[in-house]
């Protein structure tokens, strides 16, 4: 919700600030994004202002508003999905979305696998299916082992971002999460790894929007986030970056 009165706020004032670029971003990637938005600010001049939500959610504004520069989803997916409505133009490969399974320190529940999460009683929330990448993503893992249906039936939640996740599992409201890699807090939660045949790994892109007034200032922006100097602030942030031989093998 907030991410749409900011969207519409920017379309009533006619575009982003001068001097500013718009950039929708999946939630997941908030952090390293903000991060890289003050060294390309203090480096171009060029201030960016973002929209974070789930993928879906940014791709739907996008189809409504019409408006901004750059749109960073969760996987590759739904930036294929943008270009394909001839919102995206170019693109670039950034970094790797692993997920991985998260329980409340302790691991009271016993979480070892995904098949663990299908177990009667487990208190299991996910992203919504159709909405943010991590959602979608967890369904089609699940599905593929055949275990959708049982997860589903104990899942207690289904959030609109991955970041809400973490706070059920920080706040012991459920006993397990499909989360992103890189947001997992080893201060507050542990890690159950999925193995690479499970999982769903997927490539992170960033691309200029058509109607972009500043295609100069985006495809900057754009190429600095995929740039090596944008890469090793993911890095710094858990994400491992694109291209990788571990996760393209």
């Given at each position: ?129 159709t909405g943010p990448a991590i959602g979608k993503n967890s369904k089609v893992m699940l599905e593929r082992l055949g275990i959708w ?68 200032g985006a495809e900057k922006f754009m190429n600095f986030v995929a740039s090596e100097e944008g890469k090793a602030v993911f890095t710094d942030h858990g994400f491992a970056t694109y291209p990788d031989p571990k996760y393209e093998g």
């Amino acid at each position: 919700m907030i991410g749409l009165i900011l969207a519409a706020s920017l379309v009533v004032s006619g575009s982003a600030a001068e001097d500013s670029l718009l950039v929708y971003c999946g939630a997941g990637m908030r952090e390293p994004m903000e991060e890289i938005a003050g060294l390309f600010e203090e480096k171009e001049g060029i201030e960016i202002q973002y929209t974070f939500g789930g993928s879906a959610q940014l791709l739907s504004q996008i189809e409504l508003y019409q408006t901004g520069d750059l749109y960073m989803p969760g996987a590759r997916s739904y930036i294929e999905s943008a270009m394909e409505k001839g919102y995206v133009d170019e693109t670039r490969d950034v970094v790797y979305h692993v997920p991985c399974i998260i329980t409340p320190k302790g691991n009271p529940a016993g979480i070892d696998s995904l098949q663990d999460l299908a177990e009667p009683g487990v208190r299991v929330v996910l992203g919504e299916p159709t909405g943010p990448a991590i959602g979608k993503n967890s369904k089609v893992m699940l599905e593929r082992l055949g275990i959708w249906e049982e997860v589903e039936a104990n899942v207690v939640a289904f959030s609109g971002t991955v970041n809400e996740l973490l706070v059920y599992i920080s706040m012991e409201q459920a006993d397990a999460a499909i989360v992103w890699e890189d947001l997992y807090n080893p201060d507050s939660m542990e890690k159950v790894e999925i193995p690479l045949e499970m999982n769903g790994i997927k490539v992170v892109p960033i691309g200029t929007l058509v109607f972009s007034e500043d295609e100069e200032g985006a495809e900057k922006f754009m190429n600095f986030v995929a740039s090596e100097e944008g890469k090793a602030v993911f890095t710094d942030h858990g994400f491992a970056t694109y291209p990788d031989p571990k996760y393209e093998g």
